[in-house]
């Protein structure tokens, strides 16, 4: 029978040995967006145009990356629980099919989205003048998909058996490579966009080499071997995935009715202008919320584990502890976001009108950062202790408070008025989040 450090008595110190390097490892990655839309940004005579077709390639790119949510997310705490109840051999045998299913599904997903690339880019919000940029990126970016969901997704399992600092390092070295290609690509090179693209695949192909060869070797304390999946367990990774899945989807949505409805309402070139100011807003809410999710999932494991081995004492300690540290981190962000967000934007653009109305539009969007906090310390919380139902019910509130205000708030209150969506989603999905937790969440953990 295997220890771990998760029976560790000191939570908070738990709590932080996983959080942190989570928390690093979501930040950094943030970078390979960043880094590609910073550069693309400053390509001489094409920066705007370039950055507003990138920006539309985003929500294919997050929607693709949501697959390595569904296997990633969705058998990370079973793995977690099993370990917590200390049945080594199912905790790998669900790793194991893990890893086939994801490797299926990579192949499956690439081959679709080359074919709906063109009918998907012109339906997210592509111009006629900025489909160009967007078809060359992401042409050359699904090239990478089997890397990058794979990577991503089987990173999960490192975290989730305690490896939170190997699960940062497969990150970093992804993301230091591609700060070090993208301006020897784009610049040195010439290739603008494709070389953006190009440096990204190569990234993430030396973080999925990284994670895999951990996986497969003696280091980790489980190991893959590939065996035919059983559907029982594909069953249950895939209920569980499913939140983490749609909420990436729902985001997606969300994100294309955005620049949809800013194309719509915003007239005389000011759409276009919009939509890139939109991009590098996106770019700084990744900054939040990535992060975020980094400490409310890579303590996860803690949850599951704790679960599995009934203590319910010791999952209440830990969701205090990861809400505070959430909470210090959404307020800092809250901060920058209210009172300096031009030296972010400086990074994409000079531009001072394209500036101004960034900087406006941001200090909209963030007005309800802090209540991230709860939303989801809350919601990821369910997800780690395997509850799909409660996790699913508040993150699908929250979406659809979003999707409702992108679509009845332009016409009335005019284009501008739109980026009111986020706080107002910010506000009520966390008020919900909370009484669902008073009301249902407790009595969960009592029954323990």
Known sequence: MMTTRLDSDNIRGLVLGLAIPSMVAQFVSVLYSIVDRMYIGNIAGIGEA???????????????????????????????????????????????????????????????????????????????????????YMTWYLTGTVFALLSTGMNQFIICQGYSKTGMISVLIGAALNIVLDPIF???????????????????LASCIFVLKFLFGKKSMLRIKIRRPSLKNAKRVIKLGLTPFLIIAFDNVMLISLNSMITKYGAGGIGDMLLSCNTILQSFMLMITMPLGGITGGTQTILGYNYGARRPDKIIEAQKNIALLSFIFCAVMFIIAQTVPEYFIMIFTRDPEYIEMTKDITGLYTKGVLLLALQYTIVDGFTGMGVFKYAFILSAWRKLIYFACVFLIPPVFGVYSIFYCEPLSDILGPAASLIIYFTFGRKLLKRL
Do not use: H, W
């Not at 049945?87 to 086939?100: N, P």
């Not at 499956?108 to 003048?129: H, N, P, T, Y």
């Open 50 to 136: 370039a950055l507003a077709g990138v920006g539309v390639c985003g929500p294919i790119v997050t929607m693709i990356s949501a697959f390595a949510s569904l296997i990633g997310i969705g058998g990370g705490p079973f793995v977690s629980i099993k370990l917590g109840e200390k049945k080594e051999k199912e905790a790998g045998e669900i790793l194991s099919d893990c890893f086939v299913i994801l490797s299926i599904i990579s192949v499956i997903v690439m081959i679709i989205s080359f074919i709906l690339k063109d009918e998907l880019l012109m339906r997210f919000g592509a111009s006629e003048a900025i489909f160009p940029y967007a078809d060359e």
């Open 186 to 204: 784009i610049f040195v090179l010439g290739m603008n966009v494709k070389g953006a693209a190009i440096a990204t695949v190569i990234s993430q």
